[in-house]
């Protein structure tokens, strides 16, 4: 199974060792194919050409058999990312971590299209993560 | 013409009086659909239900001639809006103030499909609102 994960790189500062922890997590059920674009310093990672970026990840994208999406820390990229999945069919999860003073997205919580998990504690997080790739491989292996 | 304008809300914190100023340059070409959505304080915001923003925003943005986006605050909103825009073929012009220190989002950079102005001096993005919308309409005249 191959798998897009998705999070903010150049939006809002995202949690990184949280990053790892799910793509680590997310490797158990499969491929993670975006799981080297999370790997670089922001220094390095700004010397890329968009436009590549923007093709390799859509490519990735069309591969993927399922979209994870870590949805705390706000980006357009996937925001983007998530609407593409939808509109290939791709089955997605949302990761959204509460915290006071903030909510999340409008757009992707009111979408009853999408499942969102809201978590405090990360195992929840994980445990989400497992339920959903062990899912689809069930489903694959069925089919 | 009916014109979306997107830009951050719930995201990183919005610009409030430039998308103000932005919402009444574009009110000069026809009407701004969303207007209303940035009259509210964040804590009325947080009140409404998210599937009524979620069913509202994107039938506005079906009912829409063309997306005006402001990129700078990263939003999953803006981002997820803006590839449906695409996928439904709707003219889009991207806004993005240069910052020290951040680059534009890969995704939308990097898309060739996408045409994004690059402002420091607020009267370029001003201006290139007028360019785009009176473009428009000149097409939709001339059909």
Do not use: C
């Not at 499942?115 to 929840?124: G, I, R, Y």
């Amino acid at each position: 199974m191959n798998i897009y994960f998705a999070g903010s790189i150049r939006g809002e500062a995202p949690d990184r060792a949280w990053f790892q922890a799910l793509i680590g997590r997310i490797g158990r059920h499969g491929r993670v194919l975006t799981e080297h674009s999370f790997g670089y310093s922001p220094e390095d990672e700004a010397q890329f050409d968009d436009n590549w970026i923007y093709k390799t990840d859509m490519g990735w994208l069309r591969q993927a058999d399922a979209l994870v999406a870590e949805v705390t820390a706000p980006s357009f990229g996937v925001g983007y990312e998530i609407a593409k999945a939808e509109e290939w069919g791709k089955p997605v999860l949302l990761l959204y971590r509460l915290r006071e003073g903030r909510k999340p997205s409008a757009m992707l919580h009111g979408n009853k299209g999408l499942e969102m998990v809201k978590f405090t504690d990360e195992a929840e997080a994980l445990d989400a993560v497992d339920r959903f790739l062990a899912q689809l491989t069930g489903l694959a292996r069925d089919a």
